[in-house]
Nanobody
Framework: QVQVAESGGGLVQPGGSLRLSCAAS????????MGWYRQAPGKQRELVAS???????NYADSVKGRFTISKDNAKNTVYLQMNNLSPEDTAVYYC????????????????WGQGTQVIVSS
């Protein structure tokens, strides 16, 4: 089974920064695309940023220039550096990992983390 563990959320003032981390683990699994989503109260979950196994990144327009996604393949960990945060960034942030059993040809399955709360407020 795959475990996905997020960390790094918290309370930050507008204009501040936070760095989220998401570590994936699972014996016998290979990990592929990774991404961050967020869900604000009363809103649908939305894509924030994603990164493919080859390192190609994609960002929501609302975070371009402020957020940076990166990954450490050796640690099966994806990061989200968030700068110049605004109250509109307040949400629960979820990590999504695509993984499959090594040596199989089946398409990867998606695994979600439990979420980490980010609150931007003065």
């Amino acid at each position: 089974q795959v475990q996905v563990a997020e960390s790094g959320g918290g309370l930050v003032q507008p204009g501040g920064s936070l760095r989220l981390s998401c570590a994936a683990s699972g014996s016998g699994f290979s990990f592929y695309a990774m991404g961050w989503y967020r869900q604000a109260p009363g809103k649908q979950r939305e894509l924030v940023a994603s990164i493919t196994s080859l390192g190609k990144t994609n960002y929501a327009d609302s975070v371009k220039g402020r957020f940076t996604i990166s990954k450490d393949n050796a640690k099966n960990t994806v990061y989200l550096q968030m700068n110049n945060l605004s109250p509109e960034d307040t949400a629960v942030y979820y990590c999504l990992i695509a993984a499959r059993l090594s040596g199989t040809a089946a398409p990867p399955d998606d695994y979600w983390g439990q979420g980490t709360q980010v609150i931007v407020s003065s």
